[in-house]
């Protein structure tokens, strides 16, 4: 008997992963062992890949909560975050947050706290994720 849950896995996404690993690996800052063992249980394609690009995203999202709106670093992970929800690194992020998706959700989800109010629902919307809003 396994433990295991198998995330469905739009080939796409697999594809682009499995295509675009160094590309993508270059937007792991931060590993997370809760999220790698998340995606390894759900049978995720390049697990500790994929739940790095998440956990990039989340300590990204955490830092920019705590900084001013008008300080560079702030910015400069703001774009990081938006440009981990552009393929194919978006494809790695969407397998991480379909194999943990309390922490998808909410990563998306504080996005639109520390965001401008113009950029509401753009992470959300980049991902192809609904919101409240849309």
Aim: hydrophobic share 45%; glycine share 4%; with cysteine.
């Amino acid at each position: 008997m396994s433990n295991q849950l198998t995330v469905v896995q739009p080939s796409r996404y697999v594809e682009m992963v499995i295509q675009h690993t160094p590309l993508i690996r270059s937007y792991v800052r931060v590993e997370s062992a809760i999220l790698t063992a998340a995606c390894k249980q759900a049978n995720i394609v390049a697990p500790r890949i994929c739940a790095g690009v998440l956990a990039s995203v989340i300590d990204d999202l955490i830092v920019v909560s705590r900084l001013n709106r008008s300080d560079f670093e702030r910015t400069k992970r703001k774009e990081r975050v938006l440009a981990a929800a552009q393929e194919p690194v978006a494809s790695a992020l969407r397998l991480a947050i379909a194999a943990s998706p309390v922490n998808g959700r909410a990563a998306v989800a504080h996005w639109d706290v520390v965001c401008e109010h113009h950029e509401v629902g753009k992470l959300a919307w980049l991902l192809g994720m609904p919101t409240g809003d849309s």
